[in-house]
Structure formats: structure tokens, C-alpha cells
């Protein structure tokens, strides 16, 4: 910029000085010569006049030398050169075809202005007829404009140099004036600016700017919050890779999986934090080939499905890698628990089945001996009851499963339940020798009769199933009226502590070998938990190898029974 | 802006992991087929071989290249040279989880297997092999040592077996082919210790430049 002010003064210095000598150099021109004509004109008359009738060649050659500036030549009529003050004028031409010669003859005066041989000056020529006839003429040389301005050449450039400097000094001054308050500008408020009147526009335009970015920045910080708050917050694990595999982000969840701390992986390769096989190759398989992969992963005790999405804009060239973790510790649970159910299911109505069949085969080919057709048909009876039995308890179940409301929902006396089942099940424990009690005062709870009923009568027989000879089982009720308390104990065998956790669990059974000599189908107590859980009641179990075995049912207190609530056990 | 040397030499490091990788799940799988009987997975860790090997050229050229076109000196030297000498121990892995793997194919061994400690020395040489692959992937000096260290472990273990398979033969001369193989197994475990060793001991000298104790270039 500097640069540019300091040429465009210098130009203009240059510009002026030189139109100033041009006019003064003409102006000067002019005068110089209309003084040398006018010279040469007055020396012209003063010497025709002084020139006696005939003249004298000493007079010329006197007044030639007097001034040696101009040329003196007399001039015969004929043209013939009689004297010259210059040249010999036996050696010039005829004059008579010079043109201020013809003028003189015919006029008396005449006056021509030529180039002389040399450039830059110019020869004024006077010619006048002297009264004999003879013609005077005087010559005289004057500067041409060219040679004027040759002389101030000079000058001029002596001139030029400290307006050079002066040029310089001005520009750097003049741009400073022009670039200091652009450098003092407050960009934050540029309104609020004091400067020269010339900027206002600049300085309006950069505030309406600086306001539509101010907007711009907040609607992306905007969006940046709202997807940081969704990715912070979600529950499966986040990675943004590049095409390179190297980490860009990492929300929680995904750090916590891979034990990181989100800032001190940016830009690290993805396969430092984890290499193992399935998700290397998912990972590549994306960034290579851009095709979805996906890898399970087990981490800390806990499953994880990773899906590598691969980013790619317009088909082109795959540009990142999106990551996904997702837990699946629960599904994976609860797909093998259906795997174990129905493996159990199949094992125990196959059982059955498989001596039922067999009893059948021997009666069919007569292999029995007539005496044994009666235990034979008995054994099968039993077994078929068994079956029976267990695919009741698993329609039970089932229908428990679905079930999410009470069917039946009224007040229940727990006393009256409780003697119910002590009746419903007094011939069994007789037949085991085993006494039934009922303790405690009657509490009121709400509730499905037959389906509480169901429950109490689960838990005693298991109480007396596995109890010992001339044992006891005992209901007792508990607890005050806002939260009442079944409690059903034996003296029994007991649960050792390891499996305690896991009764409850379909088919589960402590001591596989026992299950047919008792007779049960392994879902009692499973049953029994799903009727609690409808009531929104806890169940939960103490026991004591040998002691025997408590299972407590608290019901909810009526304050807590709000809907919805989950009665998990 | 990074330069084109580093991001070649980033490279380099990204497919020294994979590769890393590679081996570790080659001799996991091969070892779970020692172990549990699986031949499928015995047959994933033989085709693991071939993609090592291929991985190993991989890593040799574009170590070549950096070495000729970059001419690195010091630090990025010893990486690039360390790496060199690492992919050669990752591919003797890689060789030996296959060896292994075709002798699970070939006779059943997991029922004598269970019987003496060559599932420890599995473990034991997979934990170095990780750890060693971790100790380049970290930077860590102190992991690499314990890798060194850890050698001693498997090769006790290795006598272990030895003795062990040695005690079988007398009670019962006429078992055959079994202890046999499952005395080859046990040394190609044991190398693959050593291998790791030799992994963990180029680490420490990427890392500080000295081998072994001796101060190289």
C-alpha cells in the first residue's frame, strides 16, 4: 500500500515538474527568440542606415566582427554573395532563390526562419533591400525549445531528488495515517469505533458479519450440546473413527468399556485400545471394504455386539467408521435360560415317557408275566400322572408369565389360606408322618385366594417333601396388618448355600438323583415366585443344612402397593 | 499437516498391531482346540498362518521402503529396525499355533492334555505373547521386561510337562503317539515363548536403544 501512495505522489511530483518546465521552457522560447528577432531586425535597419551610398567592404568586415553573433551578407541584386562575415563569398551560391531574399526584392523586408544544419537551434534570417538595390541580410542563430529544456535537464533532476525523498516521506507518513486506526480496530464492536468516515461501511459490513457468525457458532454449539448430551448419556458405547481407524471421539460409556479416558485416545489407532480378532476384523472389513461388520466381545464378565458402520458419503471413499457397543449380557442370559428350559422340559417329559414306553412294550409282547400286568399298568398310571402333573405346573407357568394383573383381586384371610393348605395337605404329611401347624393371628392381605393359596400350598409341600421323618412344618403368620408375613418352615434337610441363589429357577433342583422318589416336578417353587411377584410380594429364603428351611412371602405394606411397582423377590 | 515419513511410520505401527493381533487369536484358537477338542477352531488357526505370513510381507516392504526413500536415523531408525526383527518372531509364532494345530487335527488330544500342565504353559505363553504385543502397542518398558522375565516361568513349565509326560510312558509304555505329540506341542509352546521374549527385548530396544544389554547403533 505504501508503496502504491509513494509511486502515485512520485508521479505526480514527476507529472508537475515536468509540465512546469515544458510551459516555462516555451514561454522562455517564445521571448528569447521574438528578442533575437527583434535584434537582429533594429541591428539590420541601424546598419542600412549607417550604410554610405555603395558601402565599403571594411565597414562590413568592422560591423561583422563588432558582433560576432550575427551573420552579415550583402547581396548583389543578381543574387551574386559580394560579402559574407562568416564565409569567403567567392565559394557561396547564388542567394537569389532564398525565400527572404525574394521577399526583400519584392517588399523592401523579408524574414525566414530555418533549421541550420545542427539539431536544437534555428536560424533567423532578415533580409532588406538597400535604396542601391543590394539586399542586407542578417542571420542569427537562436536556441530551439529542445535546447532549452536540454539546459534545464539539470536542474530538473537536482529538482527531482529531494522530491523523491519528500514523495517517500509523505507516502510513509500518509499511509500510516490511513493503516494505524485499521490496526487499533476493535473487531469485537466494530461500531464502536472512532475512525475516518471512509471505513463505516467496512466497519458496518464486519458487524453484520460478526453477528451472523455469532448466530452460526451458536445454532452448531447448539447441535454439538444436544448430540454430546445424547451420546454422553446413551447407555452403548460410541467410537467415531476415521478412515484410518484412529479414534475421533469416544463417548462414556465407550471409554468405560475400554477402560480409557476419552481425550488421551484422540487420534490414537482403535486397535491400541482393543485388538481382539472379531472387532479387528469387523473395524477393517468396514474401513476397507465399506460393508457393515459386526463382532461380539467379552469384556469384564459382560457381553458386548459391536457394529462397525462404515461412513461414506456419495459411495465414494469410505471416510470414517462408526462404532457401536451394545450390552448384551442380558439377552445372552436370558437366550441360555431358554435354552436351559427347554432342554429341561424335553429331559423331564422324556423320562416318563421312556418308562411308560418301556412298561408298555413288555405288557405288548408279552414279556410280562401275567402277575406283574397289575404293578406294570400301576407304574404307568404314575408315571402318566407325573407327566400330567408337569405339564399342569407348565401350563401354570406359562399362564403366569403372561399374566401381569391379578385375575382375581379382593381381600384374602391368610389364616383361612393357611388352613386350607394345612387340610390339603394333611394326608400326605400323614402318610410321611409329618405335622402340619398353623401359627399366629389371622392377617388380611389383597390378593387372589386360589392363587395365594396355590403359593402356600407350594411351599409346604416342598416342606414336606424334603423333610425328615416325624418332622414339622410350620405356617405361621406374621407381621402387622399393613404388612403381613407368611411364613412356611420345615425340619427339613436344608439348602446348602451355594444353591440357595438358584431354587427358584425352573427345574432346578439341589440333588438331581432325588427328584423321583419325591415326586416333584421341579417348578414348585418357581410357581411360587410368580405368584409372589403378582402380589408384589418379596419371597426370600434362609436355610440351614440339616436344620431345615425357612421361605418367607411379605407381602407389600398397603402404602407401597402403588401400580406398576415391581414386587421382584 | 503431518508429513508423508510420518504417516508412514504411523502405519507401519497400525500394521504391526493388527498383525500383533493376528498372532494372538492364531495361538488362542489353537491352544482352545488343544484344549477343548475343536478342530474347527485348530482349522481357523491354520488359515491364521497364511494371512500372517501375508502380513509379514506387508510390514517387510513398507519397512524396506521407509529405510530407503526416508533414510531415518535414531529413534525412527530403531523403530522401523525393531520392527523388521519383530516381524520374523509374530511369523514363527503364526507357524508354530499352525503346527500345533495340525497335530489337534490330526490326533485326539484333549483328554491327555488335561492331565499334565500344558494348559498353564498354553495360558502362561499366551500371556506372554499378549503382553508383549501390549508392551509395543503402549510404549511400555516395564511390561516388556516382565515379558523377559516371564520366559523363565514357561520354560519351567516346560520341564513340568516333560517330567510329567516322562512318568505316563513308564506306568503305561504302550499309549503311543499321544505323549509324544504332546511333548512336540510343549516345545513349540516353549518357543513361542522364546519368540515373545525376542518381541519384548526388540520393544525395550525401539524404546532405549539397547539389545540384550548392549548398546546397538
Not at chain 1, 130 to 147: F, P, T, V
Not at chain 1, 504 to 517: G, L, Q, T
Given at each position: 500500500m505504501r508503496k502504491r501512495i509513494f509511486h502515485s505522489m512520485l508521479l505526480l511530483a514527476v507529472v508537475t515538474i515536468l509540465t512546469g518546465a515544458i510551459l516555462s521552457g516555451a514561454v522562455a522560447h517564445a521571448v528569447l527568440t521574438e528578442r533575437v528577432h527583434a535584434e537582429v531586425r533594429s541591428e539590420a535597419r541601424i546598419i542600412s542606415r549607417l550604410l554610405p551610398e555603395g558601402g565599403t567592404q571594411e565597414l562590413f568586415a568592422e560591423a561583422g566582427r563588432a558582433n560576432p553573433a550575427t551573420r552579415l551578407t550583402l547581396i548583389a541584386p543578381d543574387g551574386t554573395v559580394l560579402f559574407d562575415s562568416v564565409a569567403d563569398p567567392a565559394t557561396m551560391e547564388n542567394h537569389a532563390d532564398r525565400p527572404e531574399v525574394q521577399l526583400a526584392m519584392q517588399v523592401g523586408t523579408g524574414a525566414?526562419?530555418?533549421?541550420?544544419?545542427?539539431?536544437?537551434?534555428?536560424?533567423?534570417?532578415?533580409?532588406?533591400?538597400?535604396?542601391?538595390?543590394?539586399?542586407?541580410?542578417?542571420?542569427?542563430?537562436?536556441?530551439?525549445?529542445?535546447?532549452?529544456?536540454?539546459?534545464?535537464?539539470?536542474?530538473?533532476?537536482?529538482?527531482?531528488?529531494?522530491?523523491l525523498a519528500f514523495a517517500a516521506w509523505l507516502a510513509q507518513r500518509q499511509t500510516r495515517g490511513i493503516i494505524a486506526p485499521l490496526l487499533t480496530l476493535d473487531l469485537e464492536h466494530p461500531k464502536e469505533n472512532d475512525v475516518y468516515e471512509e471505513l463505516s461501511p467496512l466497519l458496518l459490513r464486519m458487524d453484520r458479519q460478526r453477528e451472523e457468525i455469532g448466530r452460526q457458532i451458536e445454532t452448531l454449539d447448539k447441535k454439538q450440546q444436544e448430540f454430546t448430551a445424547i451420546t454422553?448419556?446413551?447407555?452403548?458405547?460410541?467410537?467415531?473413527?476415521?478412515?484410518?481407524?484412529?479414534?475421533?471421539?469416544?463417548?462414556?460409556?465407550?471409554?468405560?468399556?475400554?477402560?480409557?479416558?476419552?481425550?488421551?485416545?484422540?487420534?490414537?489407532?482403535?486397535?491400541?485400545l482393543n485388538r481382539s480378532e472379531p472387532l479387528a476384523r469387523a473395524l477393517t472389513r468396514a474401513a476397507a471394504e465399506g460393508k457393515v461388520g459386526s463382532a461380539g466381545l467379552t469384556m469384564a464378565g459382560r457381553s458386548y455386539q459391536l457394529v462397525a458402520t462404515p461412513v461414506r458419503p456419495e459411495r465414494g471413499r469410505v471416510e470414517g467408521v462408526v462404532l457401536l457397543a451394545l450390552d448384551v449380557t442380558e439377552q445372552k442370559q436370558a437366550e441360555a435360560l431358554r435354552r436351559e428350559f427347554t432342554a429341561n422340559v424335553s429331559h423331564e417329559l422324556k423320562t416318563p415317557l421312556t418308562s411308560i414306553s418301556g412298561y408298555a412294550e413288555m405288557i405288548e409282547n408279552g414279556i410280562a408275566k401275567q402277575v406283574d400286568v397289575v404293578p406294570f399298568a400301576a407304574r404307568i398310571h404314575s408315571e402318566a400322572t407325573r407327566m400330567i402333573q408337569l405339564v399342569e405346573d407348565l401350563l401354570e407357568l406359562s399362564k403366569l408369565d403372561e399374566r401381569e394383573e391379578l385375575p382375581n383381586n379382593r381381600s384374602v384371610s391368610l389364616l383361612e389360606v393357611a388352613n386350607r393348605v394345612a387340610v390339603r395337605l394333611g394326608e400326605l404329611a400323614d402318610r410321611r408322618g409329618i405335622t402340619i401347624e398353623v401359627t399366629?393371628?389371622?392377617k388380611t392381605v389383597q390378593g387372589d385366594p386360589t392363587l395365594l393359596e396355590?403359593?402356600?400350598?407350594?411351599?409346604?409341600?416342598?416342606?414336606?417333601?424334603?423333610?425328615?421323618?416325624?418332622g414339622r412344618v410350620t405356617i405361621a403368620l406374621s407381621g402387622d396388618d399393613a404388612a403381613p408375613c407368611l411364613q412356611v418352615s420345615d425340619t427339613g434337610v436344608g439348602i446348602p448355600k451355594e444353591?440357595?441363589?438358584?431354587?427358584?429357577?425352573?427345574?432346578?433342583?439341589?440333588?438331581?438323583?432325588?427328584?423321583?422318589?419325591?415326586?416333584?416336578?421341579?417348578?414348585?417353587?418357581?410357581?411360587?415366585?410368580?405368584?409372589?411377584?403378582?402380589?408384589?410380594?418379596?419371597?426370600?429364603?434362609?436355610?440351614e443344612v440339616g436344620r431345615g428351611t425357612t421361605i418367607t412371602v411379605q407381602f407389600p405394606t398397603e402404602q407401597k402397593q402403588c401400580p406398576g411397582e415391581d414386587g421382584e423377590s | 499437516m503431518r508429513n508423508r515419513f510420518d504417516e508412514?511410520?504411523?502405519?507401519?505401527?497400525?500394521?504391526?498391531?493388527?498383525?500383533?493381533a493376528l498372532c494372538e487369536s492364531a495361538i488362542a484358537n489353537a491352544t482352545k482346540a488343544l484344549l477343548e477338542?475343536?478342530?474347527?477352531?485348530?482349522?481357523?488357526?491354520?488359515?491364521?498362518?497364511?494371512e500372517i505370513d501375508q502380513a509379514e510381507r506387508e510390514v517387510e516392504s513398507l519397512c524396506l521402503k521407509l529405510l530407503l526413500q526416508q533414510q531415518p536415523v535414531a529413534r525412527d531408525l530403531r523403530q522401523i529396525?525393531?520392527?523388521?526383527?519383530?516381524?520374523?518372531?509374530?511369523?514363527?509364532?503364526?507357524?508354530?499355533?499352525?503346527?500345533?494345530s495340525e497335530m489337534v487335527m490330526s490326533v485326539e488330544l484333549d483328554p491327555a492334555a488335561h492331565a499334565i500342565h500344558i494348559g498353564d504353559m498354553a495360558r502362561a505363553t499366551i500371556g506372554m505373547v499378549t503382553d508383549s504385543i501390549d508392551a509395543y502397542v503402549r510404549r511400555d518398558l516395564a511390561l516388556a521386561r516382565r515379558v523377559i522375565e516371564a520366559d523363565d516361568v514357561v520354560d519351567n513349565l516346560f520341564l513340568t510337562v516333560k517330567s510329567e509326560l516322562l512318568a505316563g510312558l513308564k506306568i503305561n509304555p504302550a499309549e503311543g503317539e499321544a505323549p509324544l505329540d504332546l511333548l512336540m506341542i510343549a516345545k513349540y509352546y516353549e518357543r513361542i515363548g522364546d519368540h515373545a521374549t525376542n518381541i519384548a527385548e526388540w520393544v525395550e530396544f525401539s524404546i532405549t536403544g539397547v539389545h540384550k544389554g548392549e548398546l546397538l547403533g
Open positions: 525566414e526562419t530555418r533549421n541550420s544544419g545542427t539539431l536544437g537551434s534555428r536560424t533567423y534570417y532578415y533580409a532588406m533591400k538597400l535604396e542601391n538595390g543590394q539586399i542586407l541580410r542578417m542571420a542569427a542563430a537562436s536556441d530551439s525549445i529542445w535546447n532549452i529544456f536540454f539546459r534545464q535537464a539539470g536542474g530538473l533532476l537536482a529538482a527531482m531528488l529531494p522530491v454422553e448419556n446413551m447407555r452403548e458405547g460410541l467410537a467415531v473413527l476415521d478412515g484410518n481407524l484412529q479414534v475421533l471421539s469416544l463417548n462414556r460409556s465407550a471409554a468405560a468399556l475400554f477402560g480409557v479416558s476419552a481425550d488421551e485416545v484422540r487420534g490414537r489407532y482403535f486397535l491400541t399366629g393371628s389371622d396355590e403359593l402356600a400350598a407350594n411351599l409346604c409341600e416342598n416342606g414336606i417333601k424334603y423333610n425328615r421323618e416325624g444353591h440357595q441363589a438358584r431354587v427358584f429357577e425352573r427345574f432346578y433342583r439341589v440333588d438331581k438323583s432325588r427328584s423321583k422318589e419325591t415326586g416333584g416336578t421341579g417348578l414348585g417353587l418357581s410357581i411360587a415366585k410368580h405368584i409372589a411377584q403378582l402380589h408384589r410380594a418379596a419371597l426370600s429364603l434362609t436355610s | 508412514q511410520l504411523e502405519s507401519l505401527n497400525n500394521s504391526l498391531i493388527r498383525m500383533g477338542g475343536d478342530r474347527t477352531l485348530a482349522g481357523r488357526a491354520i488359515e491364521a498362518d497364511s529396525s525393531s520392527a523388521l526383527k519383530m516381524i520374523t518372531d509374530m511369523e514363527r509364532i503364526g507357524d508354530q499355533a499352525s503346527d500345533i
